[in-house]
């Protein structure tokens, strides 16, 4: 099954390249801003890194912009800004360009792509600014534009994942187990994958290791096999793109690990996500990574371990823009430490320093592997 899939995506991948380079030829400009669109948001995504995937597609809107090719200049636009989301760009940026696309859109009367962009626009304002501010100023509200029967289910399954997404970031899991089967929502819209689904496939999967731990056996069980079904597709995909999917699949790996008691190899695979994380840029999975390895290091007493990798986890939420998020973790450390923290402060566990250089040394090193001639 795998080799099948693996040797169609190598192919699709040939052809797309070929195909943006047939657009380079004299005569075929028109058509770039078209290609360039289908080819990463239906192939090329799957192997190439997300910022990559982003350069690209803004390169199709100018191309559309200079062709007059309007429909596909806002399309590679859009999916410019929703990959930057997925690939952890700042949260203010992604708003910027995201209000700016709406006016565009407003300019040229256009309703295209419209409920997207305000699902994306009140997904910010709720990772910025907390559960209770999803309403976007002068747009229409998540709930209009989810019960309007003219969206459709691909617009039902995106807003699924962002409550999701949220619900998981926030830990209202009552929330979480409402909207915790995407693979299900996006089989059932018939949309195809991409990288915003293949980002609440993770979430689906963290969640359900949650649920895991939290649940008595019998639920625990069928959690772990959601869990673990969403895990053996993460790793499939990981096999096209490491750049991508490696962090996601070791903080699932470790997740997983945990809730099977596996102590010693969980913290291994925690340390890895984060490495890999910051390897890849991904600051927000970073943080992701950080808060998670920092509750497993507190439930396995290991309270200064704990501290510091919560506290880099609020870090990197605040370079992400997501203060909400990064508030509730503070108010876990305050919860989990009280006062200690007065004394875990001045001794701040080094492990995570000694983490990121080791990251720095591994990076070398294969880099040094991929260099040699085989």
Known sequence: MFFTRSIFCNTSSTLGKLALKLVEKKGSLQYKSSVICFVYNTILWASEPLQTIVEAHLLGHKAGQLTGDIVFALHNLIL??????VAGKSLDTVQKNAMDFVSVLN???LKIFFKNTVLLL???SVLSKGPDAAQVDSMPS??????????GPSIAAYGKLHHLTRAFLFRQMHDASLHVDISGAVSESHHQLNPHYLMGYFFEGLASFQFA????????????????????KMRCWS???LWNWENKVLLLEAESMFANGEIDSAGRFYNSAIRSAREHKFVHEEAIASELAGMFYFEIGLQQKSYSYLVHSVDCYKKWGAHAVAKRVENVIKSNFGRDIELLEPNADTSLEHLFASSQESKKKRQQRECKPY
């Open 122 to 124: 009140s997904q910010i």
């Open 80 to 85: 410019a800004i929703l990959t930057d989301y």
């Open 213 to 232: 731990r939290q649940t008595r056996a019998s639920e625990s069980a069928k959690w772990m096999e959601r869990g673990q079904s969403v895990l053996a």
């Open 107 to 109: 300019r040229h009367g």
């Open 142 to 151: 998540e709930g209009e534009i989810l019960s309007d029967a003219s969206s």
């Open 239 to 241: 096999e096209h793109s």
